[in-house]
């Protein structure tokens, strides 16, 4: 048996609780299909071309680890949380 002001706060709570979010009626926030970035990668050429100035610049190491995450798709939080 419950008392009767638990019984009070889970009606309230029930009643009160709002359908859905407040966000759902700005229309800022929602991104259609047309509203999205179109992806454009990098060619193979252009890939090849970024990694050979990464080992010139930086060094060997460097770019290997680079080469490494840009073929394997690493982003960047994934890079800080090494």
């Known amino acids: 048996m419950s008392s009767v002001s638990c019984a009070?706060?889970?009606t309230t709570a029930t009643e009160i609780r709002p359908r859905g979010t407040p966000?759902?009626?700005l229309k800022c926030l929602r991104i259609t299909k047309k509203d999205r970035?179109?992806?454009d990668p990098f060619s193979i050429q252009?890939?090849?071309a970024l990694i050979a100035a990464i080992h010139r610049d930086?060094?060997?190491a460097q770019g290997n680890y680079d080469e490494f995450r840009f073929f394997t798709g690493l982003?960047?939080?994934a890079r800080c949380a090494e």
């Open 8 to 10: 009070a706060l889970s």
């Open 46 to 48: 252009e890939a090849e």
């Open 37 to 39: 970035p179109v992806i």
């Open 75 to 77: 982003r960047p939080s």
């Open 23 to 25: 966000a759902t009626g």
């Open 58 to 60: 930086w060094g060997e």
